[in-house]
């Protein structure tokens, strides 16, 4: 079982080239079930159905808006974990000074921060965490 990754990006900026694509490229979803609100999979389903079946929510800040603060409002609200991206070069950058972000300069930086995070999370907890399922001990299967 993938884990659930939403992508959360403000629609000012080039998402399909910026953020869609190069995700894609890397080989995601071999991986994890990203989602991608704004892609023909998602485009008609309600932001906030999705964050809450979301496992991570992976926040771009760059160019944020009044919409991309209200995903964030939800997705605190569901308490997802969030881990924020920012670029380098965002005139908002101090905006967010109460954030921990991890800032990018590249497209490609921000993709393999992107994959070294999901790569670093511990899957088996995060999907025992989605499906309410607790367990005590080790969850790994002895041989």
């Given at each position: 079982m993938k884990i659930k990754v939403y992508i959360m990006h403000s629609d000012k900026i080039n998402y399909k080239e910026e953020l869609y694509k190069p995700l894609l490229e890397k080989g995601l979803m071999n991986d994890?079930?990203?989602i991608l609100p704004m892609s023909n999979n998602f485009i008609?389903?309600?932001a906030k159905d999705?964050?809450?079946d979301s496992d991570v929510v992976i926040c771009d800040l760059s160019q944020?808006?009044?919409f991309l603060n209200q995903e964030i409002k939800w997705a605190k609200s569901m308490n997802?974990?969030?881990y924020y991206y920012i670029k380098k070069d965002d005139?908002?950058?101090s905006?967010?000074?109460d954030y921990q972000y991890n800032i990018y300069s590249t497209t490609e930086e921000f993709v393999n921060l992107v994959d070294t995070l999901l790569k670093s999370l511990n899957q088996k907890e995060l999907i025992l965490k989605r499906e309410n399922i607790f367990c005590l001990g080790n969850?790994?299967?002895?041989s």
């Open positions: 994890y079930f990203l008609g389903q309600f999705l964050i809450s944020s808006n009044i997802k974990d969030i005139k908002k950058l905006k967010f000074k969850i790994e299967k002895k």
